[in-house]
């Protein structure tokens, strides 16, 4: 005879086992999901609009099916995805395929304890990040693009009065050579329009 309470303890379990899975993958997913208060402070402050694309891989965000989403993620990519979620401590090398080079190094430089600390006051990123990181080489500290809603992937997308004092530094050489022999020509030229006025003149 079959025993209906055992049928329905084990159904119980099955049921229960089945919740407790769905439940481990629905916080591994959140867990993982874009911070907006970043990007919503960036806003904010800058005036400018900014994206998911400013520390994300896909500019929509982390969460869908296309390329740098994590229901888009092949095998190796999620052993990427779930190491880079352990890096909890500053100073781990990061490659989270969800993540675009700022966004890694964001994590590399903070640990995901501190960066998960900063949600609650965005403005503090600027302050925490070395002031000496320049993802995109142009010039402009990734922590003045993050105030200046600014790519720092991009290395010509920046504020554009610092961009130009930033080439004007980077090229002050070239700019002080092409000054000086502008007026030595205008001196020549000068001189040579004058010497040609006083042979005129005698003849």
Same mark, same amino acid.
Request: aromatic share 8%; with cysteine.
């Given at each position: 005879? *079959?025993?209906?309470?055992?049928?329905?303890?084990?159904?119980?379990? *099955? /049921?229960?086992? +089945?919740?407790?899975?769905?439940?481990?993958?629905?916080?591994?997913?959140?867990?993982?999901?874009?911070?907006?208060?970043?990007?919503?402070?960036?806003?904010?402050?800058?005036?400018?609009?900014?994206? +998911?694309?400013? +520390?994300?891989?896909?500019?929509?965000?982390?969460?869908?099916?296309?390329?740098?989403?994590?229901?888009?993620?092949?095998?190796?990519?999620?052993?990427?995805?779930? =190491?880079?979620?352990?890096?909890?401590?500053?100073?781990?090398?990061?490659?989270?395929?969800?993540?675009?080079? /700022?966004?890694?190094?964001?994590?590399?430089?903070?640990?995901?304890? =501190?960066?998960?600390?900063?949600?609650?006051?965005?403005?503090?990123?600027?302050?925490?990040?070395?002031?000496?990181?320049?993802?995109?080489?142009?010039? *402009?500290?990734?922590? =003045?693009?993050?105030?200046?809603?600014?790519?720092?992937?991009?290395?010509?997308?920046?504020?554009?009065?610092?961009?130009?004092?930033?080439?004007?530094?980077?090229?002050?050489?070239?700019?002080?050579?092409?000054?000086?022999?502008?007026?030595?020509?205008?001196?020549?030229?000068?001189?040579? *329009?004058?010497?040609?006025?006083?042979?005129?003149?005698?003849?």
């Amino acid at each position: 005879m *079959i025993d209906n309470r055992s049928q329905h303890q084990g159904g119980f379990r *099955i /049921f229960y086992a +089945c919740l407790l899975v769905m439940g481990a993958n629905y916080f591994t997913v959140t867990a993982v999901h874009s911070y907006p208060q970043f990007q919503e402070f960036t806003e904010k402050h800058s005036g400018q609009a900014a994206n +998911c694309a400013m +520390c994300h891989s896909n500019g929509n965000g982390p969460t869908g099916t296309g390329p740098g989403q994590i229901d888009g993620l092949n095998e190796e990519e999620l052993k990427r995805l779930e =190491e880079a979620r352990k890096a909890f401590q500053p100073g781990q090398k990061i490659d989270s395929p969800i993540l675009n080079e /700022f966004g890694n190094k964001i994590v590399e430089e903070l640990g995901r304890k =501190e960066v998960l600390a900063l949600v609650k006051e965005p403005e503090a990123l600027a302050t925490k990040l070395n002031k000496n990181l320049d993802t995109d080489r142009d010039g *402009i500290p990734d922590a =003045e693009e993050y105030l200046d809603g600014t790519d720092p992937t991009n290395k010509f997308h920046g504020h554009p009065w610092k961009m130009f004092l930033v080439n004007l530094n980077r090229y002050k050489q070239h700019i002080l050579l092409t000054f000086a022999a502008v007026l030595l020509l205008n001196y020549g030229l000068g001189h040579l *329009i004058k010497g040609i006025a006083v042979l005129t003149e005698k003849r």
